[in-house]
Nanobody, 128 residues
Framework: QVQLVESGGGLMQPGGSLRLTCAGS????????IVWFRQFPGKEREGVSC????????FYADSVRGRFTISRDIAKNAVLLQMDSLKPEDTATYYC?????????????????????WGEGTLVTVSS
């Protein structure tokens, strides 16, 4: 059974850092593209970053490029999202998802299009 569980959210001051973890079970995450999304209250989910299965390019939303870094923790069967230089506008619920395909071919996956499996989300609040 494919499952994704996000963790690492919380309250952080502007300029601070958080690291989100997307832990998988029931499948090997490194074989598939994993996408981080975020959702602002009352808005559609938007793609934040995507890491492909195996080798290949990672993708970032313009709003987070240079501040966020996506990576894998193979030993933990997880995908990480390192978020630095956080801004109040990063406040959102963050989700990880997968369509069990190899590449980020649908990036930026508008409204979470084509994703088959989702975690429950973790709330990130950036405020002083």
């Amino acid at each position: 059974q494919v499952q994704l569980v996000e963790s690492g959210g919380g309250l952080m001051q502007p300029g601070g850092s958080l690291r989100l973890t997307c832990a998988g079970s029931g499948f090997t995450l490194e074989d598939y593209a994993i996408v981080w999304f975020r959702q602002f209250p009352g808005k559609e989910r938007e793609g934040v970053s995507c890491i492909p299965g195996g080798d290949g390019n990672t993708f970032y939303a313009d709003s987070v490029r240079g501040r966020f870094t996506i990576s894998r923790d193979i030993a933990k069967n997880a995908v990480l999202l390192q978020m630095d230089s956080l801004k109040p506008e990063d406040t959102a619920t963050y989700y990880c998802a997968t369509s069990l395909t190899d590449y980020c071919s649908g990036w930026p996956y508008p409204q979470g299009y084509d994703m088959d499996y989702w975690g429950e989300g973790t709330l990130v609040t950036v405020s002083s």
